[in-house]
């Protein structure tokens, strides 16, 4: 899923200085499940941003929205009678929410209420870890399912570098596994080590961001 | 092994003879003269002297122009590449530009992660790993041809080197990705700093076992403690090295200002038992800072004066 987090409400209450009246939208997709942008967390935010600005003697009025999915047009739409009189929204989900709204309101100002941060997954309850970068190629199959394009500090097709210690990468202070060290020993365990004795060449990276921003097109759904 | 680049480092080398190579980091300026009087100390006593690239990811000038005005003195550089800040287009140029000044020696490295330096909000690039710029410009310069398939007008004569850390982990595994370098393209290896002498020895075992000291030249790295706080500083902090005990305390147990003398002892006698190893075709000496006290250390060490190759 899409993991994210929240903004400090600082420079929330910074982008909306100016308004009166704002429609908080959340999402109930990836950050319902990672608990930054779902039906509960848009009532706190509202109940943070009308205290703050109540405090501050300029009051705000916080209209809330969950919407099925913001990821998809026709779910914006349900915000069409809120957004007519507010004079912005805020969008708490991932980044595509945002920009579907702003799509849809061409004229009504549009505010990120979190960071989208990357693709990934729970590993316990309150901690996420970053699994993929979407490179559009996926290498899975010849690195035991784990991956190095997004989980190895330095992107190396044929680690791991000399700053593996201890099966810990050296950036992240002990924090971070090392991921061809997990490869390594993944490897070891199903019988392949063979696999990591030949040199892995270059990547094509066009399929990743790099090519340009990606429109994926399917024909047959199309039609 | 046939000769590639006909580099002074090369022929000592292919000669049997141990070599020497020594390390300056550019400064972290335009100051050519001070980068000049650094390497003022190293002339005549090693067969080529590495220019590090943006070391521990800080900002210093390029490696290539340090090399060339290291040549510009009557010595030879070892270029080093870090594939950390440039895509394949910006090194591929560079190798051909290298070559275009009359570089012979090139040392493909990853890099430091840019989080340890001193702009950690910069994008770092990765396209290609050290692995891979091997391969790279050893298809350049005996296919001519650049990644792309695209003809190379005028192949680069390389001596190619790679990095090697036997005291990382998975131990077991640093042979193999050693041996992947070889195989991607590298001639020469020049390794980590070593104090850990009984790992070294078994790395150096698996490599002869493997056939790889047949295939490569393998340089022992070897950089002298200044004072006790540099060794701890090295065990603590810098991944994948490891210290051991008995070198702080015998550093320990020396007056303050006596550690210099005691660290430059510790590394003469690492030198020398290097040399002893089977498939050792030299030392790599990285006096960081301490350019100055190397001559001393490879004096002791009975690697001076350098042998004559024509």
């Known amino acids: 899923m899409v993991v994210g987090e929240s903004k400090p409400i600082a420079e929330i209450l910074e982008m909306l200085k100016d308004c009166k009246k704002v429609v908080l939208a959340g999402c109930k997709g990836c950050v ?31 209209l809330e929205y969950t919407c099925e999915r913001q990821c998809d047009p026709e779910y914006i739409e349900a915000l069409d009678d809120l957004v007519k009189d507010a004079d912005a929204v805020l969008s708490i989900a991932c980044s595509v929410g945002p920009q579907y709204v702003a799509a849809r309101y061409p004229y009504v100002p549009v505010f990120p209420g979190i960071n989208t941060t990357f693709i990934g997954g729970a590993v316990e309850h309150g901690v996420w870890k970053e699994y993929c970068q979407a490179c559009g190629n ?58 990591l004795e030949e040199p892995m060449l270059y990547k094509n990276w066009a399929t990743s961001r790099d090519g340009g921003p990606r429109t994926m097109i399917r024909e047959e759904l199309r039609k | 092994m046939t000769m590639t680049a006909g580099s002074n480092l090369e022929k000592i080398l292919t000669s049997g003879q141990k070599a020497v190579t020594c390390e300056c980091g550019p400064p972290r300026g335009a100051d050519a003269e001070h980068f000049r009087h650094k390497a003022s100390y190293l002339k005549g006593i090693c067969e080529a002297v590495n220019i590090t690239d943006n070391q521990t990811a800080v900002v210093r000038f390029c490696s290539m122009a340090a090399s060339r005005i290291m040549m510009d003195l009557g010595m030879e550089p070892v270029m080093q590449m870090v594939t950390r800040d440039m895509n394949r287009i910006a090194l591929q140029s560079n190798v051909l530009g290298a070559a275009a000044l009359g570089i012979k020696n ?97 790395f150096m075992q698996m490599a002869n076992d493997m056939g790889l000291t047949e295939k490569c030249y393998i340089m022992a790295g070897i950089t002298p403690f200044k004072s006790v706080g540099m060794a701890n500083y090295m065990k603590k902090f810098v991944p994948g090295l490891v210290v051991p005990d008995s070198y702080i305390q015998r550093l320990r147990g020396v007056p303050k200002d006596k550690q210099g003398a005691e660290g430059i002892k510790i590394a003469v006698e690492q030198i020398q038992q290097c040399l002893e190893m089977k498939g050792i075709a030299g030392i790599h000496l990285m006096a960081i800072e301490w350019e100055e006290r190397a001559p001393e250390i490879l004096k002791a060490a009975g690697l001076l004066p350098r042998p004559k190759v024509d």
């Open chain 1, 32 to 62: 319902t499940v990672c608990n930054v942008g779902g039906e509960k967390e848009v009532g706190i935010l509202a109940s943070e941003l009308r205290l703050a600005r109540k405090a501050a003697g300029k009051e705000l009025a916080v």
């Open chain 1, 138 to 195: 996926c290498i899975l199959g010849d690195t035991g399912g784990l991956c190095p394009i997004a989980r190895c500090a330095k992107t190396l097709l044929n680690g791991p570098c000399g700053g593996s210690s201890g099966g810990k990468c050296e950036v992240g202070k002990g924090a971070v596994d090392c991921v061809w060290h997990l490869i390594y020993e993944r490897l070891k365990n199903l019988g392949q080590l063979k696999k």
């Open chain 2, 106 to 202: 090139l040392l493909c490295l990853t890099g430091d992660h840019n989080s340890f330096g001193d702009h950690p909000q910069a994008k770092n690039v990765h396209d290609l790993d050290s692995i891979q710029l091997l391969h790279c410009i050893k298809t350049m310069r005996d296919d001519g041809k650049m990644i792309s398939g695209t003809e190379v007008q005028g192949r680069p004569a390389m001596f190619i080197g790679a990095a090697a850390n036997p005291f990382a982990d998975p131990f077991e595994f640093r042979v193999v990705r050693m041996a992947k370098k070889i195989a991607a393209g590298a001639q020469f290896i020049q390794t980590q700093c070593i104090y850990d002498m009984d790992r070294f020895a078994q």
